[in-house]
């Protein structure tokens, strides 16, 4: 990628972006200390532009003057100065008036290495004859100083070779900076919100750590550091990180997996990343240019396999994206090769294939999420067809097993039906036809009367249940009120002083044959006190206690004979009630007294029910 390029990254990079020009007179250069304001008199050497000092002078950090001399026609309008740059900061003078200066020329030194100068020459400023241009440059040995192309000529044509060097060097930076940083915040986004992505991850990650590079490119001071070195130093952890970076995506990207040598090759960098923080500052050229050579052996790697996995058997996405990295590749090296001088052409194609790789790269990575994208909505529109249909299905299934219930609702509710006409009905029915076939002359109509009324009070109350109750939609409070309203009339008639005490009823929800069950206990300890007891008063309770019903029936009457509770029809009748209910029932009697008492758990759901 771009990285190969930046591997110089530092102020010395701008030596390899403009061909060199030569200047239409005489240059000179004689070195100075920090603290001088003025040329030296002696110690000036010819040299020719663009010039890097530290392979005339090496180790030299301080100041060179450079004087260039050239003599000016006699026509003096439209002239201007164009410097491709100087390194790292400088002063421009010429015949002897100061032009322009930077802001700090010791350290922390401004970072101009990268900034072209233009400079309208004002017609009295110029004088026909020769002419001299001082420039002070501040640099250090480190970080290649010297002074670049510099030419003097017609302003409008300098005007325009400027402004292409001012798009080449910092428009594009800044621009490249931009993309750069939101592609590297967005695909981190998307990588957070989906971690299997890997790829969109480390490139992510990748842009992130490129961005102190591409700050490099356009930085005018080593703000926040308080020197030159700290601020490289960050631009050198940043180069084998971004490089890293980038080897991880591309292998992601190919879905490939080698641990044990991604460790290595990331061992590597860290090792040169620590060389160049902990190297002195005569030796950080040195060390700065072996971790540049294992960043530009990892980038190289990275896309050479990258070609290699693409083109055999890999995805069209892959291929695409191979050929955006093998331009950046070809390009880096080429201006590689033309900053060590190997080949002639120093234009940086770098800067110029950097943007469109990075957007290319962008695409092709956005058009693999929106496919994702797509075929996970593909999914959606499948599984929602299925969810329909599953609920199509499930509602005939439930639909189904509604008429199901209904069904069994109505057969069981004529299955309870018949058992209480069986026993109830049905089993006094049979008794008193057998007694009229067996002694009709016996039956008195008072006793066939009695009869009848204990018929109709029984079917009464099947009907009461059956009809009034469906599906415990009535609680047993609303049950008890007719048999109450009734038995109310016949104790009324017989002058028996009948005094009821029910509490809490209405919360309690009972299936049609408990609450026929419980009541038909009841109506049997009623009708004995009618029949028997010959009391003048009966006391009835029935209560919720929370987790148990209560009934409670007491008589003053005589009392049942012995071995009542066991002998009678009814007695049978009431225990076998009381063991469907799950309930405790006992019967005490003696002479003045008969006392009935039934306990009756309830259920959790009936006792809570609201």
């Keep these: 990628m771009f990285l190969l390029a930046c591997c110089v990254s530092g102020p010395f990079a701008a030596h390899a972006q403009v061909p060199s020009s ?16 003025t040329a030296p ?19 030299f950090d301080g100041v060179v003057w450079y004087r260039l001399t050239w003599n000016q026609s006699a026509r003096l309008d439209d002239t201007a100065l164009f410097i491709e740059y100087l390194t790292l900061a400088g002063e421009i003078r010429v015949n002897g008036t100061l032009l322009e200066r930077d802001a700090s020329l010791a350290e922390p030194l401004s970072r101009m290495w990268n900034v072209p100068r233009y400079l309208r020459m004002p017609p009295p400023l110029l004088r026909a004859g020769e002419n001299t241009l001082l420039v002070r440059v501040s640099g ?27 798009w080449l060097r910092q428009y594009l930076g800044l621009i490249g900076m931009a993309i750069g940083a939101t592609l590297g915040l967005f695909f981190l986004a998307l990588w957070l919100l989906r971690r299997r992505e890997t790829a969109y991850g480390w490139y992510a990650a990748n842009q992130l750590a490129w961005f102190p590079i591409a700050w490099n490119m356009v930085s005018t001071s080593p703000w926040p550091f308080a020197a030159t070195d700290a601020f490289q130093n960050l631009i050198e952890i940043a180069v084998p990180l971004s490089s890293g970076c980038w080897a991880m995506f591309v292998l992601r990207f190919c879905e490939r ?44 790697g990275a896309d050479i396999l990258f070609l290699w996995f693409a083109w055999r058997g890999g995805r069209n996405d892959q291929r695409l994206l191979s050929l955006f990295a093998a331009t950046a590749f070809g390009a880096g090296v080429h201006d590689a090769l033309g900053v060590a001088g190997v080949i002639g052409d120093t234009t940086n194609y770098a800067t110029l294939t950097e943007h469109v790789t990075v957007i290319g790269i962008a695409i092709v990575l956005a058009s693999n999420f929106v496919r994702n994208l797509r075929r996970i909505e593909g999914f959606n529109v499948e599984l929602q067809h299925s969810v329909d249909e599953a609920r199509t299905e ?19 509710e004529r299955v309870s039906l018949a058992h209480d006409l069986h026993d109830g009905l049905g089993g006094m029915l049979i008794g008193n036809i057998a007694e009229l076939e067996q002694a009709p002359e016996q039956v008195s109509s008072r006793k066939m009367l009695d009869s009848l009324r204990e018929l109709r009070d029984d079917l009464r109350l099947i009907i009461d249940t059956a009809s009034a109750q469906h599906y415990g939609e009535h609680s047993l409070a609303e049950l008890l009120a007719p048999l109450r309203h009734r038995m109310a009339r016949l104790f009324e008639a017989r002058d028996i002083d009948a005094r009821w005490r029910v509490g809490d009823l ?38 919720n206690e929370g987790s148990v019903l209560r009934l409670k029936v007491g008589d003053d009457g005589r009392g049942m004979p012995p071995g009542g509770q066991v002998a009678g029809t009814g007695m049978r009748s009431m225990q076998a009630r009381a063991r469907r209910l799950g309930a405790t029932l006992s019967i005490g009697s003696e002479p003045g007294a008969t006392l009935v008492r039934l306990t009756m758990p309830l259920p959790a759901p009936a006792a809570n029910q609201a």
């Design 22 to 37: 030569a200047w239409p007179g005489r240059v000179e250069a004689a070195r100075s200390d920090w603290s001088a304001q």
């Design 41 to 59: 008199d002696a110690g000036w050497v010819d040299v020719a532009l663009p010039d890097d000092w530290s392979l005339r002078w090496p180790g």
């Design 140 to 166: 250090l040995s480190q970080y290649r100083p010297g002074l670049g192309p510099v030419r003097i000529g017609d302003a409008e044509t300098l005007r325009e070779r400027f402004d292409a060097a001012r």
């Design 257 to 300: 997996r080698w641990p044990r040598r991604e460790i290595a090759v990331w061992m590597a960098l860290i090792a040169a990343s620590l060389c160049v923080l902990l190297a002195p500052h005569e030796a950080k050229k040195s060390a700065r240019d072996l971790a540049n050579l294992v960043s530009t052996l990892a980038v190289g």
């Design 394 to 412: 499930l509602a005939a299934t439930l639909s189904r097993q509604h008429e199901l219930e209904l069904v069994h609702a109505r057969l069981g």
């Design 506 to 543: 209405k919360m309690i929800y009972l299936t049609t044959t408990q609450s026929l069950d419980l009541l038909r206990i009841l109506q049997e300890a009623l009708a004995n006190v009618l029949k028997h007891s010959g009391a003048a008063r009966v006391d009835v309770e029935l209560h």
